[in-house]
């Protein structure tokens, strides 16, 4: 399965963004999704991941509560829904995808990428 992230960008603290993960490949819906994020000098981290059914959902401590993963299996396109942003969330946001599970956190599990997309908050 390929991976393609998209929709990061500038946002004030507070604000809010939508991230997207489009998958090309029918067998997107057999994985759990998963979005990682990197900031500069910092190793990549787990943020939330969503289960091949779609029923469950895991997310780290430091975005419970304000990001919420979701997918749609039409569209072949999982997202990641940040609200109330904090300038420590600033980094690139990778998604990801693999079958081993929905609480598979580290990103050596993982083994379909997507190339990055930038968010940056300002406060």
């Known amino acids: 399965v390929q991976l393609q992230a998209y929709g990061g960008g500038l946002v004030q603290a507070g604000g809010s963004l939508r991230l997207s993960c489009k998958a090309s490949g029918h067998s997107f819906r057999s994985y759990t999704v998963a979005w990682f994020r990197q900031a500069p000098g910092k190793e990549r981290e787990f943020v939330a991941s969503?289960?091949?059914?779609?029923?469950?959902?895991y997310y780290s401590n430091s975005v419970k509560g304000r990001f919420t993963i979701s997918r749609e299996y039409a569209k072949n396109t999982a997202y990641l829904q940040m609200i109330s942003l904090k300038p420590e969330d600033t980094a690139v946001y990778y998604c990801?995808?693999?079958?081993?599970?929905?609480?598979?956190?580290?990103?050596?599990?993982?083994?379909?990428w997507g190339q990055g997309t930038l968010v940056t908050v300002s406060s």
């Open positions: 990801a995808a693999q079958s081993r599970g929905l609480y598979t956190t580290s990103a050596s599990m993982y083994g379909y």
């Open positions: 969503i289960s091949s059914t779609g029923d469950d959902t």
